[in-house]
């Protein structure tokens, strides 16, 4: 009886402590200060994937899952391939989340209650209410496709940087000043903005970093507009906050299809994450996406021509 005993109290031990890890590692981000944010491409809802509409949802939640994310800014999260239904929605339904959308392309999905910023007009940017009683703003964006410079450049049709610059201004920086207009008001809220950027990390093309490339299809370097506004406007680039070494770690998000849209392609890092730079310590960044030497976090069949990108922030 006595050795019943001791077997019955091993084993309620053990689950009790199992049970205390598992509730541990499955704590809320945003109770300790922390938050996982990603950034997700869905071309064109997932449709374009090719796969049945069931699947390609499986795959999206499954990306979102093992990326362990607390809030996600998708870009193309419809389609005109079928009805038209908000992708984004779909999938905040399916994890239990709220909802934002923005338009047709943008939406906003995380477990934490979302109060968009603007109520006159539909908003770019929410407040993310989350568990510890922190508020933050969280932007979205998906900045104009075309032109798109590392192709020209690469094509021979833009002839140096400032060609390049000044394509790049007049494509897409008057969206990131717009999306900055509108969050002016919450200036002293830490702020995240994420999403496809069509255009490189300024970070990625300095006059190194285009050296250590090596690539000859580009032969120089380009201070890219549209993040070098962002970077001025005092945000850091949290994927190069932890990866500094844009030779080591390029962290390619365009694209993960290759040859379907260029041959030989053209890689860049596109889809990024930008946070307030004395309100967020940047602990994690990631890539998610196909298996691959550019993923860190893999999902087959992975559902998207991008990389996601998911980062954990510790607020200060």
């Known amino acids: 009886m006595l050795r019943i005993l001791l077997v019955i109290f091993q084993t309620l031990l053990v689950a009790f402590f199992s049970i205390s890890c598992q509730s541990t590692n499955n704590r809320k981000s945003g109770e300790s200060g922390t938050l996982r944010v990603m950034t997700f491409n869905l071309w064109h809802g997932g449709d374009a994937v090719k796969l049945p509409r069931d699947t390609t949802v499986k ?26 239904a908000s992708r984004a929605k779909l999938l905040a339904d399916s994890l239990g989340w709220y909802c934002h959308i923005v338009d047709a392309s943008r939406a906003v999905i995380s477990r934490f209650d979302i109060q968009p910023v603007d109520t006159t007009k539909v908003s770019q940017a929410v407040v993310l209410q989350l568990s510890n009683g922190a508020d933050i703003v969280f932007g979205v964006m998906h900045l104009m496709y075309t032109p798109y410079e590392p192709y020209d450049i690469a094509d021979g049709k833009l002839p140096d940087a400032a060609a390049a610059e000044a394509s790049a201004r007049k494509a897409r920086l008057h969206q990131v000043q717009d999306m900055l207009d509108e ?4 200036s002293d809220y830490p702020t995240i903005l994420v999403g496809d950027f069509n255009e490189p990390s300024c970070l990625d093309w300095t006059e190194k970093a285009i050296e250590d490339r090596g690539d000859t299809l580009l032969p120089f370097a380009v201070h890219w507009p549209a993040t070098a506004l962002l970077i001025d406007r005092g945000f850091k680039d949290a994927y190069r906050v932890v990866y500094p070494d844009v030779k080591q770690r390029p962290g390619y998000t365009w694209t993960s299809v290759e040859g379907l849209w260029r041959n030989p392609e053209v890689h860049d890092r596109i889809d990024l994450v930008y946070v307030s730079k004395d309100r967020f310590t940047v602990q994690e960044a990631a890539v998610v996406g196909e298996p691959s030497p550019m993923t860190d976090l893999a999902i087959q069949p992975w559902p998207s021509d991008h990389r996601a990108v998911v980062v954990e922030l510790a607020m200060r």
């Open 59 to 84: 795959y999206q939640l499954a990306a979102i899952r093992r990326a362990n994310a607390d809030v996600v800014g998708f870009q193309e999260q419809t389609t005109n391939q079928s009805d038209g």
């Open 183 to 186: 969050i002016a008001a919450y």
